[in-house]
């Protein structure tokens, strides 16, 4: 393969622009590939998440070739050798009614690919569609461009008095001056993006995520410990540490379309104790309870699922938006769940029924970021259109989304996309980066502090790792 860079321009759907497994530079303007393996993948991608085996969404399953012989509440999903008569063909056609999937419009290549499928007898490949994940797609990263330097993750310390950020390829130490963050140190972090990071409870380690790499900081001095290449397939999307197992971090792996894999790591030898297929998409944001006994994930494939993180068992799962959802976080005592979505939605749940309690108005933007504030009064969110919202004083609906299901408001508008959010622990300050690399702060009213521009802002004296 010749050599490429990418990275997560942003979390909303709008703007995924994933290279997908095993699929050569250009594919996407040549000839479809006659292969039943591609048809996989396409339904895989796109259909399976709302048509397997058990969701059925209107009685139809896309599981098997039988399946979509026998089809759902209207009949048959496919006419062999006919693809023009076929529902399943039907649907997915820009001015179909109802359109499937729901708010996405497949490629003309995609469409190509299942025309022929049916027109050729639409042969089946079980494995293609129902087995392990591919392996991971040899990849070679070109050095990162100068100009982008989206920020991406963002984590202050538990205490409070250091802010972490990942700049482009870098992460930034600050601390906390009652005048604003002030910049201890920066060092060139990862070959990627940094897409993730988290403190360890005493405050003295910084583990940091991005492509196919772990990274292990020493926050005294912001110098690597340790770094973990081996055993992960995709970018490190998400990190919390497990406080009732010291020196241990949840990860969230993957490969898009594909699987969505938890993966549990000793930050002190850099191995991956265990590992397990969470979603069959990406794992966009984890939350966990503040007792640990609970993980929770939230998926491309449009669900929340919760974990008991000690053994990877399955607990629960809500069928949570109508599209990816981006963000998730529980409330100071556990009870309840909020999520946000690409669908432009934030839903709060009962985490011990399952049931959705509130479901907040359509906004104009896809929710990228969330937190809950420990003091319980808050929940603070960014979007991808570059507004901060908080919200208070949630009340649970009786049915009908309602106007009055909680106190909204903007906080503020920024220019750019809004990607990331910290709270501090008593909830009187957040910060948020942004696509064109500032990190922008506010206390709990709303009222701004002074941007940070993190690509340019001075530091004392370099501290730069060894590199990787």
Same mark, same amino acid.
């Given at each position: 393969?010749?050599?490429?860079?990418?990275?997560?321009?942003?979390?909303?759907?709008?703007?995924?622009?994933?290279?997908?497994?095993?699929?050569?530079?250009?594919?996407?303007?040549g000839?479809?590939?006659?292969?039943?393996?591609?048809?996989?993948?396409?339904?895989?991608?796109?259909?399976?998440?709302?048509?397997?085996?058990?969701?059925?969404?209107?009685?139809?399953?896309?599981?098997?070739?039988?399946?979509?012989?026998?089809?759902?509440?209207?009949?048959?999903?496919?006419?062999e050798?006919?693809?023009?008569?076929?529902?399943?063909?039907?649907?997915?056609a820009?001015?179909?009614?109802?359109?499937?999937?729901?708010?996405?419009q497949?490629?003309?290549?995609?469409?190509?690919?299942?025309?022929?499928?049916?027109?050729?007898?639409?042969?089946?490949?079980?494995?293609?569609?129902?087995?392990?994940?591919?392996?991971p797609?040899?990849?070679?990263?070109?050095?990162?461009?100068?100009?982008?330097?989206p920020?991406m993750?963002?984590?202050?310390?538990?205490?409070?008095?250091?802010?972490?950020?990942?700049?482009?390829?870098?992460?930034?130490?600050?601390?906390?001056?009652?005048?604003?963050?002030?910049?201890?140190?920066r060092?060139?972090?990862?070959?990627?993006?940094?897409?993730?990071?988290?403190?360890?409870?005493?405050g003295?380690?910084?583990?940091?995520?991005?492509?196919?790499?772990?990274?292990?900081? *020493?926050?005294?001095?912001?110098?690597?410990?340790?770094?973990?290449?081996?055993?992960?397939?995709?970018?490190?999307?998400?990190?919390?540490?497990?406080?009732?197992?010291?020196?241990?971090?949840?990860?969230?792996?993957?490969?898009?379309?594909?699987?969505?894999?938890?993966?549990?790591?000793?930050?002190?030898?850099?191995?991956?104790?265990?590992?397990?297929?969470?979603?069959?998409?990406?794992?966009?944001a984890?939350?966990?309870?503040?007792?640990?006994?609970h993980?929770?994930?939230a998926?491309?494939?449009?669900?929340?699922?919760?974990?008991d993180?000690?053994?990877?068992?399955?607990?629960?799962?809500?069928?949570?938006?109508?599209s990816?959802?981006?963000?998730?976080?529980?409330?100071?005592?556990?009870?309840?769940?909020?999520?946000?979505?690409?669908?432009?939605?934030?839903?709060?749940?009962?985490a011990?029924?399952?049931g959705?309690?509130?479901?907040?108005?359509?906004?104009?933007?896809?929710?990228n970021?969330?937190?809950?504030?420990?003091?319980?009064?808050?929940?603070?969110?960014?979007?991808?259109?570059?507004?901060?919202?908080?919200?208070?004083?949630?009340?649970?609906?009786?049915?009908?989304?309602?106007?009055?299901?909680?106190?909204?408001?903007?906080?503020?508008?920024?220019?750019?996309?809004?990607?990331?959010?910290?709270?501090?622990?008593?909830?009187?300050?957040?910060?948020?980066?942004?696509? *064109?690399?500032?990190?922008?702060?506010?206390?709990?009213?709303?009222?701004?502090?002074?941007p940070?521009?993190?690509?340019?802002?001075?530091?004392?004296?370099?501290?730069t790792?060894?590199?990787?």
């Amino acid at each position: 393969m010749g050599r490429f860079h990418f990275t997560l321009q942003s979390r909303s759907t709008a703007a995924l622009l994933c290279i997908s497994a095993g699929m050569p530079l250009g594919a996407a303007e040549g000839k479809p590939d006659p292969e039943p393996a591609e048809a996989m993948r396409v339904l895989k991608a796109n259909c399976l998440s709302c048509h397997n085996e058990e969701k059925r969404k209107g009685g139809l399953a896309l599981t098997s070739r039988e399946a979509l012989l026998k089809g759902g509440e209207s009949g048959a999903a496919v006419i062999e050798g006919n693809p023009d008569a076929s529902p399943l063909i039907q649907s997915l056609a820009a001015d179909a009614d109802p359109h499937m999937p729901p708010k996405k419009q497949l490629s003309d290549v995609d469409l190509t690919q299942l025309r022929n499928w049916v027109r050729d007898g639409f042969a089946w490949d079980a494995a293609a569609l129902a087995g392990p994940a591919s392996a991971p797609r040899p990849v070679s990263l070109a050095a990162m461009s100068s100009a982008y330097k989206p920020i991406m993750a963002l984590a202050l310390s538990p205490d409070g008095s250091r802010l972490a950020a990942g700049c482009g390829n870098e992460v930034l130490l600050f601390k906390m001056d009652p005048a604003g963050p002030v910049l201890l140190a920066r060092a060139q972090a990862h070959p990627d993006t940094v897409q993730s990071m988290a403190w360890m409870p005493d405050g003295k380690i910084l583990v940091t995520g991005a492509f196919r790499r772990v990274v292990v900081w *020493n926050t005294e001095n912001l110098t690597l410990l340790r770094e973990t290449v081996s055993g992960l397939t995709d970018r490190i999307s998400s990190i919390l540490v497990l406080p009732q197992a010291p020196g241990q971090a949840v990860l969230a792996d993957g490969l898009t379309a594909e699987s969505g894999v938890v993966r549990v790591l000793d930050t002190g030898s850099g191995h991956v104790l265990r590992s397990w297929t969470a979603h069959t998409d990406t794992i966009y944001a984890m939350a966990l309870s503040h007792d640990g006994k609970h993980l929770a994930t939230a998926g491309g494939d449009k669900l929340v699922k919760l974990w008991d993180p000690a053994t990877g068992t399955e607990t629960a799962r809500l069928e949570a938006h109508s599209s990816q959802v981006l963000s998730v976080a529980f409330n100071p005592d556990d009870t309840q769940l909020i999520t946000g979505g690409a669908d432009r939605q934030l839903k709060v749940w009962d985490a011990g029924t399952r049931g959705n309690l509130i479901s907040l108005p359509v906004r104009d933007s896809a929710f990228n970021a969330l937190d809950w504030s420990t003091s319980g009064a808050a929940v603070f969110a960014v979007m991808n259109d570059g507004a901060v919202m908080k919200y208070t004083n949630f009340k649970a609906h009786t049915g009908a989304q309602s106007s009055e299901t909680g106190n909204e408001r903007r906080l503020g508008k920024v220019e750019s996309a809004l990607y990331c959010l910290t709270v501090s622990p008593d909830g009187e300050r957040f910060f948020a980066g942004s696509h *064109n690399g500032t990190i922008f702060g506010w206390d709990k009213e709303g009222k701004p502090m002074d941007p940070i521009r993190a690509a340019t802002v001075s530091v004392p004296t370099a501290i730069t790792p060894p590199p990787p």
